[in-house]
């Protein structure tokens, strides 16, 4: 298994303001995923980081808009910026250790509100 | 497209009695399809899997492919069973995950 920390656990932001999310595991891993929970829905993947190459955006989602650093195997941020209202939700990590079972392990997520 | 759809936003069922959390899902190739759950303030975590077959807290899973459809069933629901379930669906080289919109089991006593 991995255990998953992401920081902060949760933040109220302005809107036009930007914020950045940190998740780190306690062990090295080779894909790290970010989703978004929006209010009453369910989770959606933002986008894959791999370390060592850029990371992989689902439709919908631009860097410019999240922008995902991967600098070593046991850590990643994503980037919410120019952030409206509709941007409130739910950010989550998660990872794919290396035991080749398809098995993520999720983060606590960061509850984010944009005002 | 793929897909994964979950029927029922909530489930009330009394102790005791049956549970059946729906999934169907639409995917083009071999899917591996996936039950988590998350219980009230706690992280997301796998349940079930298709391809162990095994069965965790009394729940079972049984993948369809003709239906195109992963259900769950436990024969007899706890209070403890409380808990928001999705369906979730991973194929390809990427292992992305694809998850149902959710279900609310809610065990009254």
């Known amino acids: 298994s991995a255990v998953i920390s992401q920081k902060p656990s949760r933040d109220i932001c302005q809107r036009g303001t930007s914020l950045t999310i940190q998740c780190q595991v306690d062990?090295?891993?080779?894909?790290m995923f970010w989703y978004r929970q929006q209010p009453g829905q369910s989770l959606t993947l933002i986008a894959t980081?791999?370390?060592?190459?850029?990371?992989?955006?689902e439709s919908g989602f631009v860097i410019d808009k999240f922008p995902i650093s991967r600098p070593n195997l046991t850590f990643s941020t994503l980037t919410v910026s120019n952030m409206s209202p509709e941007d409130s939700s739910i950010y989550l990590c998660?990872?794919?250790?290396?035991?080749?079972?398809?098995?993520?392990?999720f983060g606590p997520g960061t509850r984010l509100t944009v005002l | 497209a793929q897909r994964v759809t979950q029927p029922e936003k909530l489930l009330s069922v009394f102790k005791g009695a049956p549970v059946e959390l729906k999934c169907n899902y639409s995917y083009s190739g071999s899917p591996e399809l996936f039950w988590y759950v998350q219980y009230s303030r706690q992280r997301l975590q796998l349940l079930l899997r298709h391809i162990s077959r095994e069965s965790i807290k009394g729940f079972t899973a049984d993948l369809n492919k003709g239906e195109t459809s992963f259900h769950q069933k436990k024969p007899f629901a706890q209070e403890e069973d409380s808990a928001m379930y999705y369906c979730a669906l991973s194929g390809g080289a990427t292992n992305k995950l694809i998850f149902g919109t959710g279900t609310l089991l809610a065990v009254q006593p």
């Open positions: 062990s090295q891993v080779t894909m």
């Open positions: 998660s990872v794919e250790p290396w035991t080749g079972d398809n098995e993520q392990f």
């Open positions: 980081a791999n370390q060592g190459s850029e990371a992989t955006y």
